[in-house]
């Protein structure tokens, strides 16, 4: 027989954070659509880049961001429990074939482009807040060409951002339930 007290707070939560993920997505939507065009302003970019989650234990949140940085090929940099803080890379070339998705999805590059290398570079912070905890990602393109030269440029576009939250959704929904 299926413990109904077991199931209804892991019910409740799944809705919760679904119902985050639809309106964080429909928002980031809004926010770029009222800026009429593709650069965001900070205050734009950084609502794209938080989240609120209806969970008080904030290591347990932090666990989920490092495994979904992990699931999606990042290597962590640094991680400091103490201040809430993450770093991860993400590196990125032209020729290698398993690179390619990842360049399609995270930097919206041309997998054809020969000579540039590029690094997805991620720092998030977790912190608890009176309802839950906050989490915002940051991410930062880093392109190196073979001639030397080097670029790089904060990413502002709402699906990075929304692919990410949501893949983060999953991970704490997996963390909190211990699978």
């Known amino acids: 027989m299926i413990a109904w007290s077991r199931l209804l707070p892991v019910s409740l939560f799944a809705i919760a954070v679904a119902a985050c993920s639809f309106h964080a997505r429909d928002e980031a939507d809004a926010i770029l659509d009222a800026a009429g065009n593709p650069e965001a302003s900070p205050l734009q970019l950084r609502q794209l880049q ?13 666990r989920a961001v490092i495994a979904s940085l992990q699931d999606e090929g990042f ?5 400091d429990a103490g201040l809430g803080l993450i770093s991860a ?11 390619r998705r990842q360049r399609r999805y995270w930097f919206a590059a041309d997998p054809s482009a020969r000579g ?9 912070s ?8 906050r989490v915002r990602l940051g991410f930062v393109t880093r392109d190196v060409g073979d001639d030397g030269t080097a670029a790089a440029d904060t990413v502002s576009d709402p699906a990075v951002y929304r692919e ?8 704490v929904f997996y963390e909190l339930q211990r699978l």
Do not use: C, K, Q, W
């Open 75 to 79: 290597t962590i940099t640094g991680a």
């Open 126 to 133: 977790v912190h608890a807040i009176a309802a839950g905890t």
């Open 89 to 99: 890379t993400l590196e990125a070339t032209a020729t290698r074939r398993e690179s």
């Open 164 to 171: 990410m939250f949501s893949r983060l959704d999953r991970a």
């Open 50 to 62: 938080v989240r609120d989650y209806p969970v008080t234990d904030a290591g347990a949140v932090m």
């Open 116 to 124: 540039v290398n590029r690094r997805l570079e991620a720092s998030i």
